[in-house]
C-alpha cells in the first residue's frame, strides 16, 4: 500500500503542472510565442523519456516483439481515439489562441476536451506507477518530462478555453480534477500490474510510449510551429539533449 501511495502522489505532482499551467493561464496574459517554446522544449524532454526510459527498458525486458507491437498499438489508438474527439471540439486543446470553438459553436467541446486531457495523461501517469514496480527506482527523467510537458499543455489550453468565453471555475475544476486523475493512473499503475509477466509489462510500457509519441506528433510540436515556425527544431533539441542529460547523471 505504500508503494502505491507513493506512486499515487508522484502521478498528482506531475499531473499538478497542468493546474499550475492553467492558473498562469487564466491569471497572467502570457506570450503564445513562449507557450510554443516550452512546448518545443516539452516535446524534445518527453522524445529523450520516451527513446531512453520507456521503449529501451521494454526491450531489456522482452525484446523487440512487445516493444514493435506495443508502441504501434498504443499510436493507433491514441490517434483514432484523438480523431474521434477531435471531431467534437477537442481538436485544438492544447492551443492558447481563439481556435477552441466556445460550447455554443460546438457543444459538448468542452467535455471533449476535458476527454482529450485525459487520453494526454493517463499513459504518462500510468509510466510513473509502473517504473517504481519490483523494487525500481522512479526516473527523474520521466516525472521530469512529464512535469514540464503538462506545464504549456495547461497553460495553452486554458488561455484558449478563456478566449473561447469558458468561465475559471470550469477552467480550474477541469485540470484540478486532471491533476487528481493522474494521480489515481500512477497508484493504479502501481497497484494492479504488480504481478504481470515481464512481456506484458514490457508491451504496456511499449503502449504508453507508442501513445505519447503519437500524443508529441499530433498536438505539441504542431502548436509549437505554428507559434515559432524554424526555432521549433533547435528547442526541441535542447529539451531532448537536457532530459538524456538528466537520466544519466
Known sequence: MAGALVAGGWGLFAGAALLVGAAVGTLVRVPPRLIALVMAFGSGVLMATVSFELIAEAYERSGMVPVVTGTVGGAVV?????????????????????????????????????????????????????????????????????????????????????????GRGYVFALWGGIAVVSGLAALAGYALLGGVSAAVMATITAVAGGAILAMIADTMIPEAYGRVHLLTGPVTVIGFLSAFALAHL
Open 78 to 166: 491514441y490517434s483514432g481515439a484523438n480523431a474521434l474527439l477531435a471531431r467534437r471540439g477537442a481538436r485544438h486543446r492544447k492551443r492558447s489562441g481563439e481556435r477552441q470553438p466556445s460550447e455554443e459553436e460546438a457543444p459538448g467541446s468542452g467535455n471533449a476536451m476535458a476527454l482529450g486531457a485525459l487520453l494526454d495523461g493517463v499513459p504518462e501517469s500510468v509510466v510513473i506507477g509502473t517504473s517504481l514496480l519490483g523494487g525500481g527506482h522512479l526516473g527523474v527523467a520521466t516525472v521530469g518530462a512529464v512535469f514540464i510537458s503538462n506545464l504549456p499543455e495547461g497553460l495553452a489550453s486554458a488561455a484558449g478555453m478563456r478566449a473561447a468565453g469558458r
